[in-house]
């Protein structure tokens, strides 16, 4: 198993919710402007109806809340990206993104004894848009992985999305075949013939020799936040505000916790005020890396975080390029150097974004284990885009 994981950098906690005394503060906090009126969307009416019932909630249960529901959660029913949307993220920006990822899969698929068979799975998969980059490569590579057996799993919470990604993968051109009821609730086959499937729950995707791609995925995961008090670390959460009823506030709870998270709000690429209007707009949160290497210590190995820029730049983006821009016309050669700025600006993406990779022990250490007849046996090298790309 490994797994690439790209997201921004910054603080991120996944404490446990406290037993929290009646005792409240009610003190209210905003991320942004206050908004001329109130917009009573169903899914505040349904966090009000909650609060009353049980008493204030976590950011975390907010998050999954606002985010998840199954029948109002933003990401279950939108198309959020692009520049219609709220947010566009790398693949939407440039070809050549997805296309380097596909690369560094088939460079780890070597460089770990070209197994017989794989999986690729993404979790949290967008438009799809990223996938069918890599997959390209995986085509245009075709006598490399020849031999392989390639299987795509996608983990994918929301209907819209899921029915976009099928039409960008697979073009429907075979009837897809759907089971609601089902942990895998749709499968497909790609334009290229490779197999793939569909999944609520990452526990119902196979068991396999796999490959895991995170990509902003972490980022939108539910956490809890905390501010810091004269008395300690209080647990911050969201209550009704007693002086409007159909309206939200942060209150901070008299608990003593251990750290301290941010968490902002994106609609109509802006920031928003994250308790406005709930379910109209995706809620973010910077990524601690470090804590996710602590988590997964002594489990498997870890690498990175490393800036977008210098993985990228380490994968080749600048020798791909110039090969698309020497065969494109002169509106094309502008959207990829667009593309580029965007991706490798240190005061865009380049320095904001970052890559974490976690991988078995012996991949950098090289100790042995099982293969079998149709393997080669793997050799320690340096991993792609974490050094230079180097093909054998």
Same mark, same amino acid.
């Given at each position: 198993?490994?797994?690439?994981?790209?997201?921004?950098?910054?603080?991120?906690?996944?404490?446990?919710?406290?037993?929290?005394?009646?005792?409240?503060?009610?003190?209210?906090?905003?991320?942004?402007?206050?908004?001329?009126?109130?917009?009573?969307?169903?899914?505040?009416?349904?966090?009000?109806?909650?609060?009353?019932?049980?008493?204030?909630?976590?950011?975390?249960?907010?998050?999954?809340?606002?985010?998840?529901?199954?029948?109002? /959660?933003?990401?279950?029913?939108?198309?959020?990206?692009?520049?219609?949307?709220?947010?566009?993220?790398?693949?939407?920006?440039?070809?050549?993104?997805?296309?380097?990822?596909?690369?560094?899969?088939?460079?780890?698929?070597?460089?770990?004894?070209?197994?017989?068979?794989?999986?690729?799975?993404?979790? /949290?998969?967008?438009?799809?848009?990223?996938?069918?980059?890599?997959?390209?490569?995986?085509?245009?590579?075709?006598?490399?992985?020849?031999?392989?057996?390639?299987?795509?799993?996608?983990?994918?919470?929301?209907?819209?999305?899921?029915?976009?990604?099928?039409?960008?993968? !697979?073009?429907?051109?075979?009837?897809?075949?759907?089971?609601?009821?089902?942990?895998?609730?749709?499968?497909?086959?790609?334009?290229?013939?490779?197999?793939?499937?569909?999944?609520?729950?990452?526990?119902?995707?196979?068991?396999?020799?796999?490959?895991?791609?995170?990509?902003?995925?972490?980022?939108?995961?539910?956490?809890?936040?905390?501010?810091?008090?004269?008395?300690?670390?209080?647990?911050?959460?969201?209550?009704?505000?007693?002086?409007?009823?159909?309206?939200?506030?942060?209150?901070?709870?008299?608990?003593? !916790?251990?750290?301290?998270?941010?968490?902002?709000?994106?609609?109509?690429? *802006?920031?928003?005020?994250?308790?406005?209007?709930?379910?109209?707009?995706?809620?973010?949160?910077?990524?601690?890396?470090?804590?996710?290497?602590?988590?997964?210590?002594?489990?498997?190995?870890?690498?990175?975080?490393?800036?977008?820029?210098?993985?990228?730049?380490?994968? /080749?983006?600048?020798?791909?390029? *110039?090969?698309?821009?020497?065969?494109?016309?002169?509106?094309?050669?502008?959207?990829?150097?667009?593309?580029?700025?965007?991706?490798?600006?240190?005061?865009?993406?380049?320095?904001?974004?970052?890559?974490?990779?976690?991988?078995?022990?012996?991949?950098?250490? /090289?100790?042995?284990?099982?293969?079998?007849?149709?393997?080669?046996?793997?050799?320690?090298?340096?991993?792609?885009?974490?050094?230079?790309?180097?093909?054998?």
């Amino acid at each position: 198993m490994s797994v690439l994981a790209r997201g921004g950098l910054g603080p991120l906690c996944a404490a446990a919710r406290a037993v929290i005394p009646c005792l409240w503060r009610g003190k209210y906090f905003s991320s942004g402007r206050e908004p001329a009126e109130t917009q009573v969307t169903p899914m505040l009416r349904h966090l009000i109806y909650k609060i009353k019932a049980t008493g204030p909630i976590t950011v975390a249960e907010y998050m999954k809340e606002v985010l998840t529901n199954p029948a109002k /959660g933003y990401y279950v029913y939108r198309d959020m990206l692009g520049e219609k949307g709220d947010f566009i993220t790398s693949p939407e920006i440039s070809q050549i993104f997805g296309e380097l990822l596909g690369i560094w899969f088939i460079s780890e698929w070597m460089a770990t004894g070209k197994n017989a068979a794989f999986q690729l799975v993404e979790l /949290g998969p967008g438009r799809g848009t990223l996938a069918g980059d890599i997959l390209r490569v995986f085509s245009q590579l075709g006598s490399v992985l020849k031999n392989c057996d390639i299987s795509i799993h996608l983990v994918e919470v929301s209907r819209k999305l899921s029915e976009i990604q099928a039409l960008t993968l !697979t073009e429907e051109k075979i009837p897809l075949e759907r089971n609601a009821g089902s942990p895998v609730y749709m499968k497909g086959v790609t334009k290229s013939g490779i197999p793939i499937s569909w999944y609520r729950d990452l526990h119902d995707v196979p068991k396999g020799h796999s490959f895991y791609l995170a990509h902003e995925f972490f980022d939108v995961l539910p956490v809890h936040k905390f501010q810091k008090t004269p008395q300690g670390w209080r647990e911050v959460f969201i209550d009704i505000d007693p002086q409007v009823s159909d309206k939200l506030r942060f209150v901070l709870a008299p608990c003593v !916790t251990p750290a301290e998270v941010f968490i902002q709000g994106f609609c109509g690429h *802006k920031l928003h005020d994250v308790l406005t209007a709930p379910g109209t707009a995706d809620l973010t949160a910077d990524v601690d890396f470090s804590y996710l290497r602590r988590m997964a210590e002594g489990q498997v190995a870890s690498l990175g975080p490393i800036k977008q820029q210098m993985f990228l730049k380490n994968m /080749g983006i600048d020798v791909r390029l *110039k090969v698309l821009l020497d065969k494109s016309d002169e509106p094309a050669r502008q959207q990829l150097l667009q593309g580029y700025d965007m991706l490798m600006n240190p005061k865009k993406m380049g320095e904001r974004f970052n890559f974490f990779a976690l991988l078995p022990h012996q991949r950098l250490h /090289g100790r042995s284990h099982p293969m079998n007849a149709c393997q080669s046996k793997p050799s320690v090298s340096p991993v792609a885009g974490f050094g230079e790309l180097a093909w054998r």
